[in-house]
């Protein structure tokens, strides 16, 4: 693969670059998301190259055919946001087809193209749609790191047509999740929470051969809890057989105690969060995935907290501890939670992408840049 960052900056000036990011975020989460501070950094790097910016994502999971020029789902909300940060115009573009013209007749530097995914092409990985948005520009930039387990137009086809690049945002996640990948240090405690398990069947299965200690949480360990005979009430779980295999490794470990509302258990209780902070407190490698409560709400916080707050001390006492966080509520929790998160704690932008990766599936848009 080849990385942007490796440019001179005489390479850049003066060109056009097809940016891809990942905006999908919800209205309320624009001023703080993290995909969008990272794009933020990435678009601030590239001006100072020189380069003019052609911004491309998609939003929501729209019916390129019902649902074309959905305002809820439209990126025009965040052009105020990108001239606040960016302290320059950006031009929106409403449609990407019809936009070349406008683009290179432009004296403007930064342009915001409609979400994608209001194109039938766009999900299809169509190269004739592709095409069609290379034309936009001189080089494609990949920096969306959480879409890349897509195969769509603008992830992949479209680097047939533009000569393509990691983005920075992009080659910081791969670095930094190829670190545990590789040559994780041990111990490796992995914490995996959330509402589905069968969403990470397969990063269970690579924790299986590489962590040490595997800790459960929310809906995961709710389905773990159920299985091992234990009554959930009406817990948030998941019916399916393929976590069956999992129960007899001694490394999956569940709650001990739990808080329940109402017949419902909502978050570890406070003897699983000592327990699950002593294991991280002698852990080298940590990975965590998945809020081990239900975080929006305040009571059903503190197991989180928790072991956010034991991370936290084991990354600050121990600078060679690697910690790698990802799922968009964990990370979205931690960034409420601190400000300053240290040098050795990686926030990932990666949702499902992230669980892929370490899984040790392939991703389509980083297998079309290589």
């Excluded at 975020?25 to 794009?39: G, K, M, N, T």
């Excluded at 990691?166 to 190829?178: R, T």
């Excluded at 197991?303 to 084991?314: D, H, N, T, Y």
């Excluded at 601190?338 to 899984?359: D, E, W």
Aim: aromatic residues 8%.
């Amino acid at each position: 693969m080849k990385f942007f960052t490796q440019l001179k900056k005489s390479e850049i000036q003066g060109k056009t670059i097809i940016l891809r990011v990942d905006f999908d975020v919800h209205d309320d989460d624009i001023s703080y998301s993290l995909r969008v501070e990272r794009a933020l950094e990435t678009i601030r790097f590239m001006r100072k190259m020189g380069a003019r910016i052609v911004i491309l994502s998609h939003r929501g999971r729209p019916d390129p055919i019902l649902n074309k020029g959905n305002k809820k789902l439209s990126l025009r909300p965040f052009v105020k946001l990108l001239e606040k940060e960016l302290k320059e115009e950006v031009i929106f573009i409403p449609d990407v087809l019809k936009g070349k013209d406008g683009i290179s007749q432009s004296d403007k530097n930064i342009f915001l193209c409609e979400n994608l995914r209001f194109y039938e092409g766009e999900q299809k990985n169509n190269k004739t749609f592709a095409k069609q948005l290379s034309l936009l520009g001189d080089v494609y930039v990949n920096d969306a790191f959480a879409n890349s387990h897509r195969a769509h137009a603008s992830m992949c086809a479209i680097t047939s047509y533009l000569p393509s690049y990691v983005g920075p945002a992009l080659e910081q996640e791969i670095h930094s999740l190829d670190r545990i990948i590789k040559k994780p240090q041990h111990p490796f405690v992995a914490l995996v929470g959330g509402a589905k398990v069968s969403d990470k069947i397969e990063l269970l299965d690579w924790f299986i051969s590489h962590a040490d200690t595997i800790l459960t949480g929310g809906g995961v360990a709710n389905t773990f809890l159920l299985w091992c005979g234990y009554s959930i009430g009406t817990s948030i779980h998941e019916s399916i057989t393929t976590i069956k295999k999992f129960i007899s490794y001694p490394a999956i470990q569940i709650p001990r105690d739990t808080e329940v509302q109402k017949s419902a258990i909502f978050d570890i209780g406070p003897k699983t969060a000592a327990w699950y902070a002593q294991e991280i407190s002698r852990a080298h490698t940590i990975v965590w995935n998945g809020p081990l409560g239900l975080t929006d709400i305040p009571r059903f916080q503190k197991g989180s907290r928790s072991v956010w707050r034991a991370i936290l001390k084991r990354a600050t006492t121990n600078p060679r501890a690697v910690v790698i966080i990802g799922g968009g509520e964990t990370v979205s929790f931690i960034r409420k939670e601190t400000k300053h998160i240290p040098h050795n704690v990686f926030l990932s932008a990666g949702g499902g992408a992230l669980l892929t990766y370490i899984s040790g599936t392939k991703l389509p848009a980083l297998e079309a840049l290589t």
